[in-house]
T-cell receptor, first 109, second 115 residues
Framework: AQRVTQPEKLLSVFKGAPVELKCNYS??????LFWYVQYSRQRLQLLLR??SRESIKGFTADLNKGETSFHLKKPFAQEEDSAMYYCALKFSGNTPLVFGKGTRLSVIA | NAGVTQTPKFQVLKTGQSMTLQCAQD?????MSWYRQDPGMGLRLIHYSVGAGITDQGEVPNGYNVSRSTTEDFPLRLLSAAPSQTSVYFC??????????????FGPGTRLTVT
């Protein structure tokens, strides 16, 4: 079955430290991958998608098909990065997005 | 554009009551969906629709009904509320079809408490 796994419920880092939020998926085909972010009491919003290979707010994510991973990285964490992060996959065609359970990132000053 | 709107923002129901959560979008998106968000469970898909007149079940459809009579609206009906349906509900929309370009836009959420 298609599955998205975010192994960490909570990740705490100090300001200025590197951040890596892990995401693994199970799917034999070529998925479309996204990271969504939810700041406190706000709606979810798209952070980045693998197809565009862009960097948003200093975050990047690389698709590793061999390891079936799409980890989110940032070299230097900022306090404003504290939020809930969701990895999401669209497997094919008109199938819905499948979300992981999310990782709460807490950046400590 | 208002984007995706949801009403109400907050609702308290008694067990057994029914109600409808409203969702509307003004972006002419074909695809709409409902999720519930629970601590430690992430976002779970309830129902979705790829266009007017077409709906399908997601991961957790029991206790909920949907219909899609127009492109703009996608209401979620709770038939007989139960405490297990206490959650935050999010509606989302996007263009439909194949492709990685179709960002999902989310509404602000409805916080529902069933006592």
């Amino acid at each position: 079955a298609q599955r998205v796994t975010q192994p960490e419920k909570l990740l705490s880092v100090f300001k200025g430290a590197p951040v890596e939020l892990k995401c693994n998926y199970s799917y034999s085909g070529s998925p479309e991958l996204f990271w969504y972010v939810q700041y406190s009491r706000q709606r979810l919003q798209l952070l980045l998608r693998h197809i565009s290979r862009e960097s948003i707010k200093g975050f990047t994510a690389d698709l590793n098909k061999g390891e079936t991973s799409f980890h989110l990285k940032k070299p230097f964490a900022q306090e404003e990065d504290s939020a809930m992060y969701y990895c999401a996959l669209k497997f094919s065609g008109n199938t819905p997005l499948v979300f992981g359970k999310g990782t709460r990132l807490s950046v400590i000053a | 554009n208002a984007g995706v709107t949801q009403t109400p923002k907050f609702q308290v129901l008694k067990t057994g009551q029914s109600m409808t959560l409203q969702c509307a979008q003004d972006m002419n998106h074909e695809y709409m969906s409902w999720y519930r968000q629970d601590p430690g469970m992430g976002l779970r898909l309830i129902h979705y629709s790829v266009g007017a007149g077409i709906t399908d079940q997601g991961e957790v459809p029991n206790g909920y009904n949907v219909s899609r009579s127009t492109t703009e609206d996608f209401p979620l009906r709770l038939l007989s509320a139960a405490p297990s349906q206490t959650s935050v509900y999010f509606c989302a929309s996007s263009y439909s079809g194949r492709g990685a370009f179709y960002e999902q836009y989310f509404g602000p959420g409805t916080r529902l408490t069933v006592t």
